[in-house]
Each structure stands twice: as C-alpha cells, then as structure tokens.
C-alpha cells in the first residue's frame, strides 16, 4: 500500500496515544478513519482534532476483550464507509507483577486486551480486507514482546503471543495472495500514557521493586506518539514484516540476537541497579 487518500483505516485505543496519532497522520493524508476507544472522553478529543479534514470520522466505544462487540464494530464500520482497507491492532495495557504473587483476575486482564484484542479485530477485519483486495493488518506488540524482563511476565506473555500470531499470520498471507499484508510493531519507550495508568501489584516488592521503578523506565523514554505512528505508516508502506521503533528496541533487539538466553543476566543485573 503506497497511497493512503480515500482509503478506510480502522483504529483501535485511537483516544490517546499512539492511536490519536496514528488517526491525526492518517486523516492528514486522506484516508477516512473508524475510530474505537473504551475511553469516550479521549476518543471525543480525537474526533475533535479531525474537525476540517474533509476525511468521514466515525467513532464507537469499545472494550476490544469483547469479541462480539469487536465483530460488531467490524460490521459497522464496513457499513459505515463501504469498505475497510486497514486495522490497526493499538488498544493495550500494562501490569506489573511478579508470577507466585499476580492474581489470575490481573493475568486474564491484561490477555483479554492485549492478545485476545488483537486476535478480534484481526478476525473480525480481516473478510473485510481481503474483500477491499489492497488491505494491511497492523498489529502492535511491544520491545518487551522481543525481550523478556522481572515484573512484566503477564505483559510479556501477552506481547510475544501477539508477535508470535502476527507473524504466523504474514506467512500465510502471502501464501494465500489475496492482497493483504501484516506488520509486527515491537515500540520501545514511547511516551505515551500507558505506563503511567499500568497496574502495579505490590508482588514486585518481592524482587525490590515499587511502582516508582515505573517512574525511573519513564525518564528514558524519548520517542513520541507522532513519530512512533509516522514510523507505522513508513512500515505500511514499505510492507515491512517486523518494525521496531525507538533507539532502545533496536539496541536491546540486538542484544537478544547475539546473547539468546545469556541477556537474562544482563536484564537482571540493570534492573537490580534501577532499585
């Protein structure tokens, strides 16, 4: 896909974030957007920033754990716009916890929206897709879907399955040749507010950690919303498969290629010294 005007992007946490941006840059390049959020407020401040774009907004609450309302949007927007030529797979949340003091009720929160998520609105997209015949599936993973670090198990268990579903998904994609694609964004530190309104669960004590360890993570990040979205759409265009964005994806990206498992020591050893 090399041209976005007149074409129907659908976006999921598309109130804040990543998802605003992603919607903004989108709308900038005449491509008609279907907006969802389970934030009504945020998503309204979105539709907002769209006024005058001469581009069709439409928007609906929706809580992407709910497979039958994700299914429903699908049809909707499809109804809405005629046809439907990306998902953009965004909605995610964040935990921290360690596994022998995490609840389950926290565990199934956080699959249900970051994996199970993924898993709806690529389902429930993709007929669509494939009927537009010039489609892209992106779905968002994390750095921490690459690399695996203490307090993050739920979080990384739900963004390597999404790694692990998309890429799944590109290959028989390809070799079924019906015009849609798929790309894996693994975004390192982007400042966004997903860290901040991340569940803390006072397990982490147990490794000597708090909820200001967040804090400390926070000061390095440096790419914002904008680029990371500009840098989806680049990845769009080019049909990337994998894209990682941020300075610290791509190093610690590395780090994992050349130390498979020794890099758990590494992780183990900075995060000791971030106490």
Not at 59 to 71: I, M, P
Not at 167 to 195: F, Y
Request: glycine share 10%; aromatic share 6%.
């Amino acid at each position: 896909m090399k041209d976005f005007k007149n074409k129907v992007a659908a976006i999921t946490g598309a109130g804040s974030g990543m998802g605003r941006s992603l919607a903004v840059l989108l709308a900038a390049r005449g491509c008609h957007v279907a907006l969802s959020d389970i934030n009504e407020k945020g998503l309204a401040e979105t539709v907002k920033l769209l006024d005058g774009t001469g581009v069709k907004v439409t928007s609906q609450k929706l809580d992407v754990a709910d497979k039958d309302a994700v299914f429903a949007w699908a049809d909707k927007v499809a109804g809405d716009h005629g046809k439907v030529n990306l998902i953009f797979n965004n909605a995610g949340v964040a935990l921290g916890s360690v596994v022998d003091g995490g609840g389950y009720d926290d565990f199934e929160w956080i699959m249900n929206i970051n994996f199970w998520g993924v898993v709806h609105g690529t389902k429930a997209f993709l007929p669509y897709l494939k009927d537009a015949g010039d489609g892209h599936i992106i779905n968002t993973s994390s750095l921490f879907g690459l690399i695996a670090v203490p307090s993050q198990s739920a979080y990384n268990a739900s963004k390597f399955a999404v790694r692990g579903f998309t890429e799944a998904l590109r290959e028989e994609l390809d070799l079924q040749k019906v015009g849609v694609s798929a790309t894996s964004v693994h975004p390192g530190g982007i400042k966004t507010n997903i860290a901040k309104a991340a569940r803390m669960d006072q397990s982490i004590s147990k490794i000597g950690m708090d909820a200001s360890s967040t804090a400390k993570f926070e000061k390095l990040f440096r790419t914002t919303a904008d680029e990371a979205a500009a840098q989806m759409l680049r990845a769009v265009e080019k049909n990337q498969r994998r894209l990682l964005i941020g300075a610290d994806a791509k190093v610690l990206d590395l780090v994992v290629r050349i130390f498979p498992s020794g890099y758990q020591k590494l992780i183990a050893m900075g995060s000791s010294r971030m106490k």
